[in-house]
């Protein structure tokens, strides 16, 4: 018997597929229809909502072969992203992750792990310039403390109303690209920060995803706790903000297909792996700031020590199978981790300098022997 769906499903499926990609065949759109809404949806309902909303809303491109109206013109497939490095399970790609998801195959990744800018503004190239000489700009430059060079932090509150919303709209353009790249039950880690993680969880979730709460990182920061600027005397009681002491890793999921074991079996996906037969993956763990051993080998601002990531990398998996996906891999160090752990994985970066850093510290990453480890 065909599935019932709710009104505007199956036509809101069709327009998330075919936003990611130029054009698609009757057998693409019902396949992602499905993966999207109900292994059973009837491929007569597909065709009744594409015949109905031809031309308002599709263009005929072909014989059964459909596009978004006013998209059938856009050329996806010259993007220039290229394959640049490859070491042991994982790849390295140069160029825009928008333009590599585009192109990728639909339902190729199994997980998602990445540290992606937290307010766009930071990591545009004249803020990078400013950081690179130390001149700030949207970086705030900390001081050294008892002999160690502190790396640069963003400052989100100088962030403008009309900057909030276009990283909104960025996080949910970039959602709807990555939804039918991976496979269903596919989990989706995604750190930030406390002032703009609510913008960064809205978008993706309405994008497709399911929101899977949050995996906390207790770490000190020198991020907050300062006294009110140029009144520091006159305000000594006061801090403007509290220390930050957390970071947030956004977990969300992509739809799973039936009960979570159906899709297990299927699609290898739908769960976190567990620290040990007795022991969950649990969604608070501590961490330390990035270790300056670390920070030799892999210079960026935002690098995160492998201590961490290779748990949240290792329950990305549940079954240890498939593709872990870094679509903002900076210096490569979500990629090391799945290298430790034994995972494949694909990254793409955009900035050329952090490419070039890349290829010579995922090795060098992958290599270090770190503490709580699971294996």
């Not at 825009?96 to 766009?120: I, K």
Request: glycine share 8%; charged share 25%; proline share 8%.
């Amino acid at each position: 018997m065909p599935a019932r769906v709710a009104p505007g499903k199956i036509r809101d499926a069709i327009v998330a597929h075919l936003e990611t990609r130029p054009e698609a065949s009757l057998d693409e759109i019902r396949d992602a229809v499905r993966a999207q809404v109900n292994p059973a949806v009837a491929e007569s309902s597909v065709r009744s909502y594409l015949r109905i909303n031809t031309p308002s809303l599709f263009v005929r491109t072909g014989r059964g072969r459909y596009a978004l109206q006013g998209t059938e013109q856009l050329d996806f497939g010259q993007a220039a992203v290229t394959r640049v490095f490859c070491h042991g399970r994982a790849e390295l790609f140069s160029g825009n992750c928008v333009d590599w998801l585009r192109q990728r195959e639909p339902a190729s990744v199994h997980a998602v792990v990445t540290d992606p800018p937290y307010g766009l503004v930071e990591y545009a190239p004249q803020q990078q310039q400013k950081m690179r000489s130390g001149q700030g700009g949207v970086w705030r430059i900390p001081p050294s403390f008892d002999g160690h060079k502190r790396a640069p932090l963003p400052r989100f509150t100088t962030l403008r109303p009309d900057e909030l919303r276009g990283l909104e709209d960025f996080f949910h353009h970039w959602a709807k690209a990555l939804l039918p790249v991976v496979v269903p039950g596919a989990h989706v880690f995604v750190a930030s920060n406390p002032l703009l993680s609510y913008l960064v969880a809205r978008a993706v979730a309405q994008a497709g995803f399911e929101r899977r709460g949050e995996i906390i990182r207790l770490v000190m920061t020198m991020r907050g706790g300062d006294k009110p600027k140029n009144a520091h005397h006159e305000f000594g009681d006061v801090t403007v903000m509290p220390r930050s002491m957390w970071e947030p890793w956004l977990l969300f999921r992509k739809p799973i297909e039936g009960r979570v074991q159906d899709n297990l079996r299927k699609w290898k996906t739908g769960g976190l792996r567990r620290v040990s037969a007795e022991q969950p993956f649990g969604d608070v763990i501590e961490s330390h700031p990035t270790r300056t051993a670390e920070r030799a080998l892999a210079p960026h601002p935002s690098l995160k020590p492998q201590a961490f990531l290779r748990q949240i990398v290792r329950a990305a998996l549940p079954l240890g199978e498939g593709i872990v996906l870094d679509p903002f891999s900076g210096s490569g160090s979500t990629l090391a981790a799945a290298e430790a752990v034994g995972y494949q994985s694909i990254g793409v970066e955009m900035d050329p300098v952090y490419v070039d850093v890349a290829r010579d510290a995922i090795p060098k990453l992958a290599a270090l022997r770190v503490k709580n480890q699971a294996r």
